[in-house]
């Protein structure tokens, strides 16, 4: 049985650590949210801890997932932070998906203590969580990822290792960004379909057998036309992606043209108030605009 530390039991890292205490290894839970600790606490052997310096003090594999750069940066090395109380040799891995700068010096404080750190983004949203088939686009060093892998495992069904200290994070800004710019795409496509007489079940059927086939598509088209935006990823949620994926455009001198309006779109449905509603919901942003409702017939 592994000691293992689990911090951040929201959307994605409620089940992901749900899994890990049903494997049978001794997991010690942090959660901002006291009460979700304490209910999963309940479900396996495990300890609830007041502060991530505790779950730091109890755990030789470490995973956290939280919303953003500043949070991660909180939890690993703020006051009472996992770097408070990381033991030597540990492993500790950030599932977030943060700014990979940020996490290199992150990762630069644990290497300080004698630990070792992987910024390890996953994708797979809510369900992936909750099937454990999620995806890992890992960075840091290859054997220190092998040696936390059977507990990875635990929580996900692909694993690529992309490189060093930060590189995981940059493959999963790419992955975002593509899924974003695809949905974008989706979304002006329908509503002007819609909005030329087409039926929407008709016109996704067509990109279902076209060249334009998307899995991002089939998977979340139904969603839109039964008006269904029950949160899996958030708006703003994938607004920070898109953002932190400009920043590392800009950082690198690469133009995000399609990324940068991309943004503003994600924007522009936060301040129509779905901010915490599922990303699908930007679509009712264009649909205003154009007068149509891309729906069920």
């Not at 710019?181 to 016109?203: C, D, T």
Request: net charge neutral; glycine share 12%; with cysteine.
């Amino acid at each position: 049985m592994a000691q293992l530390g689990f911090l951040g039991l929201g959307i994605m890292g409620y089940p992901m650590a749900r899994h890990l205490l049903h494997s049978g290894h001794e997991v010690a839970l942090w959660s901002n949210t006291i009460a979700k600790a304490r209910e999963l606490a309940g479900e396996g052997k495990s300890a609830v801890c007041s502060s991530p310096k505790e779950v730091a003090e109890r755990a030789d594999y470490i995973f956290y997932c939280v919303g953003d750069s500043e949070m991660s940066r909180e939890v690993a090395t703020g006051r009472n932070g996992l770097a408070e109380g990381v033991r030597k040799n540990a492993v500790v891995a950030d599932c977030s998906t943060i700014s990979p700068e940020v996490s290199r010096g992150i990762g630069a404080v644990f290497t300080g203590k004698g630990a070792h750190f992987l910024d390890a983004p996953c994708t797979g949203s809510k369900p992936g969580a909750e099937k454990a088939t999620l995806t890992f686009m890992i960075g840091g060093d290859k054997a220190v990822f092998e040696r936390a892998r059977p507990y990875f495992e635990i929580m996900g069904k692909l694993f690529y290792y992309c490189g060093g200290p930060g590189c995981g994070l940059q493959a999963k800004l790419t992955q975002n960004l593509v899924l974003g710019n695809l949905y974008q795409g989706f979304v002006e496509g329908m509503v002007l379909a819609a909005k030329g007489g087409i039926s929407p079940k008709l016109m996704l059927e067509i990109l279902d057998n076209s060249a334009a086939k998307s899995g991002l598509i089939s998977f979340k088209a139904p969603y839109v036309l039964a008006r269904n935006f029950e949160t899996t990823f958030s708006t703003k949620w994938l607004h920070k992606d898109i953002s932190l994926a400009l920043d590392s455009g800009a950082g690198l001198d690469v133009p995000l043209p399609i990324t940068a309006l991309t943004q503003q779109m994600l924007r522009a449905a936060m301040a129509k108030g779905l901010a915490d509603a599922d990303f699908c919901s930007s679509i009712q942003v264009l649909e205003e605009w154009a007068s149509v409702e891309v729906r069920e017939e």
